[in-house]
C-alpha cells in the first residue's frame, strides 16, 4: 500500500477497514487514519489509541505515542509498516500472519464483559451476532454512521 497517507475527515468518511494490512498487520490502516485524524483535529466520533489500536500496540510492545511519532514522520502507509518491522517486540511473518488472522476472526460474543453490548449493537444493524466478527461489526457500523449522515 505505497499510497500516500492523506488526512481523512473522519466526520465525513471512515478510516479504512481494519482488515486491511500494512507490513502484514491488520488495524495497522485504520489506525494510521484516526491517529492522522486526531493530529488534524478531524476524529468525528472515532477514537484513536483505543483498545482496538491497542491490540496491535500491544501485540508490537509499543505505545500509541510512539507510533503517532511515526505516523508523523510517514509519507504513505508502507513507511508506517517499515516502521512496524523495524521497532517494538521482533514478530516473525508467521507470527504477524497468525495475530492479524486471529484480529479479523475475533469476536466479542467471547468476552463476557463486551457481549451484551455487542449484542445490542449486531442487532441495531441487522447483524447476527453468533456469525460475526469484530471487524465485521466496526464495517458494518461505519457504513451505518455515513449512510444514516446522509440520509
Known amino acids: 500500500m505505497n499510497t500516500p497517507i492523506i488526512d481523512l475527515d473522519l466526520n465525513q468518511q ?28 478531524t476524529l468525528g466520533e472515532y477514537h484513536y489509541d483505543c483498545p482496538l489500536d491497542n491490540q496491535l500496540f500491544s501485540f508490537k510492545g509499543i505505545t500509541g505515542e510512539q507510533f503517532k511519532a511515526a505516523v508523523k514522520n510517514a509519507k ?10 523495524a521497532n517494538g517486540s521482533a514478530k516473525t511473518p508467521p507470527e504477524i500472519e497468525d495475530w492479524s488472522d486471529d484480529m479479523e476472526g475475533g469476536s466479542p460474543m467471547k468476552n463476557p464483559e463486551k457481549r451484551d453490548h455487542f449484542i445490542e449493537s449486531c442487532h441495531r444493524l441487522g447483524l447476527n451476532p453468533d456469525k460475526t466478527t469484530t471487524f465485521d461489526w466496526l464495517e458494518a457500523d461505519d457504513r451505518f454512521s455515513f449512510r444514516s449522515a446522509t440520509e
Open 76 to 85: 504513505n502507509y508502507d513507511d508506517v509498516g517499515t516502521w512496524l518491522l
Open 14 to 41: 471512515a478510516p479504512h477497514s481494519p482488515r486491511e494490512r500494512i507490513g502484514g498487520f491488520a488495524i495497522a490502516c485504520r489506525a494510521v487514519d484516526k491517529c492522522r485524524a486526531s493530529l488534524a483535529g
